[in-house]
């Protein structure tokens, strides 16, 4: 739900596509004013072209050797009303259905709804821009050098990790609930968290405590490290397309284009005998589960990928020993094909909430993922960059043996950001195309290791 706001908060305030949302509220204090960051990897994806950033234990001031002055770093950060501070809120609110009045305060602060109308969800936020003044950032690097001697810059020299730093965030000036309405949509989502996790709060997957002073988005800038030296790029570069797919050619990207990146990286898997498939299952929807054991895995494929020749993949988690096992014994190409459709596979993953996910494994258990598949497919096929442009789908990709998978179905979509009625009529809600595109993604691949073997 914190993933869900604060993408929702970067959709409205990002003018060049340089904020980041923080998708982990317990990852918020990563992501502070001097922070470093790695990049995850480059290549970008049909359904993410954002970078992916990933926080390190260290500071700007770690890793630079000492000034003249004897100064830290730690005073180039933003007083809290100083001339690179300011304030600013922002409020959202979907009603169903109104047959009433709608009155938003002023200060932004309060939403109330008169009459019959039926409110589904409503936040609103106050937040407080903090940056780095660029000239003071700038006399630190003409005063202060990079200490080559640093383990953590020596590691990154071996692998060529891309280094960042956080320059600007976005936080909360006060604390703030975001909520969402039970429907019965949600109220079945509440059963399938009470199966998987042995607790059926409803309330606790429907909101979202934001605490004042919390890291909601941040700007990173790119540091390029020469013996010493470092300089910052400040223009941003243009993203490398998907080898073999060019955006460019595809103005508005619709199935066939995602069909063709998700058969590159996961077809690899189709190759795999039956029980390797069923392994390679079990570990995904481990992951699936426990989002430390995600990035345990994610981060293990990288260092495959960056280390193609003697990388250690010994492990002592049991959910992933098998699989870690399998890769460390395979040919060296067939490995790297592997680590690149799990990873492909993870970051469809991490693009969606932890609800879907939930239904994801609840879909699997009630093998309704191949008809899931399709019925994404279909969405997939009309123009999903235009918000309020409704279409129709085949009703019958929307005929279950059981409502309940229907309505699990449904809730799973509408999670991607398009609202699906049981005629088939569709409606895109706040540029889901991504978010969708994922989707299908997660299900070719959780139906391709759980098909007919």
């Known amino acids: 739900?914190?993933?869900?706001?604060?993408?929702y908060i970067v959709s409205q305030m990002d003018p060049d596509g340089r904020l980041a949302p923080v998708e982990n509220s317990g990852q918020q204090d990563r992501f502070r004013p001097l922070c470093l960051l790695t990049q995850k990897r480059k290549q970008?994806?049909?359904?993410?072209?954002?970078?992916?950033?990933?926080y390190t234990e260290f500071k700007l001031d770690s890793v630079l050797l000492p000034g003249k002055d004897g100064k830290s770093t730690e005073s180039l950060l933003p007083s809290e009303?100083?001339?690179d501070s300011s304030q600013f809120g922002l409020t959202k609110v979907t009603v169903d259905k109104?047959?009433?009045d709608l009155s938003i305060s002023v200060d932004g602060a309060s939403v109330e709804l008169k009459g019959g109308g039926s409110l589904s969800q409503a936040f609103s936020i106050k937040m407080k821009k903090k940056a780095i003044p660029m000239d003071l950032l700038e006399s630190v690097r003409k005063n202060r050098k990079i200490?080559?001697?640093?383990?953590?810059?020596?590691?990154l020299q071996r692998t060529g990790a891309d280094l960042f730093l956080v320059y600007e965030i976005l936080e909360a000036s006060e604390e703030t609930v975001y909520k969402e309405d039970t429907k019965a949509e949600l109220s079945f989502l509440a059963k399938i968290f009470a199966k998987f996790f042995g607790e059926g709060s409803t309330e606790h997957i429907e909101s979202a405590v934001i605490p004042k002073g919390c890291t909601l988005a941040f700007r990173a800038i790119q540091m390029k490290i020469s013996k010493g030296e470092w300089e910052l790029s400040y223009?941003?570069?243009r993203p490398t397309p998907v080898t073999g797919i060019s955006f460019l050619e595809i103005p508005t990207p619709k199935l066939g284009a995602v069909d063709r990146e998700v058969k590159q990286y996961c077809g690899i898997f189709s190759e795999l005998p039956s029980g390797l498939r069923v392994m390679f299952l079990n570990t995904i929807t481990a992951v699936m589960r426990d989002r430390n054991l995600f990035q345990e895995l994610s981060q293990k494929m990288e260092g495959v990928l960056e280390k193609t020749d003697g990388y250690e993949l010994k492990i002592k988690s049991p959910d992933l020993k098998d699989l870690l096992s399998t890769l460390e014994n395979s040919p060296r190409d067939r490995r790297l094909q592997l680590a690149k459709g799990i990873t492909y596979t993870l970051d469809a993953l991490a693009e969606l909430l932890d609800n879907q996910l939930l239904l994801l494994l609840e879909s699997l258990e009630r093998k309704i993922v191949s008809q899931q598949l399709q019925l994404v497919g279909k969405l997939l096929e009309h123009e999903l960059k235009k918000v309020d442009m409704p279409f129709r789908v085949d009703a019958s990709l929307l005929s279950f043996p059981r409502k309940e998978d229907q309505t699990l179905t449904m809730t799973l979509v509408e999670l991607s950001r398009v609202k699906l009625r049981e005629d088939g009529s569709a409606e895109p809600m706040e540029w889901p195309f991504e978010v969708v595109a994922a989707l299908y993604v997660a299900l070719y691949a959780l139906n391709l290791l759980s098909g007919p073997k």
């Not at 739900?1 to 993408?7: A, D, I, Q, Y």
């Not at 994806?45 to 990933?54: A, L």
């Not at 200490?147 to 590691?155: A, E, L, P, R, T």
């Open 44 to 54: 970008n994806t049909i359904f993410r072209s954002d970078p992916y950033y990933e």
């Open 235 to 237: 223009f941003k570069e």
């Open 1 to 7: 739900m914190f993933k869900k706001v604060t993408r």
């Open 81 to 83: 009303d100083g001339p």
């Open 147 to 155: 200490n080559m001697d640093h383990s953590f810059i020596q590691q």
């Open 98 to 100: 109104v047959k009433g």
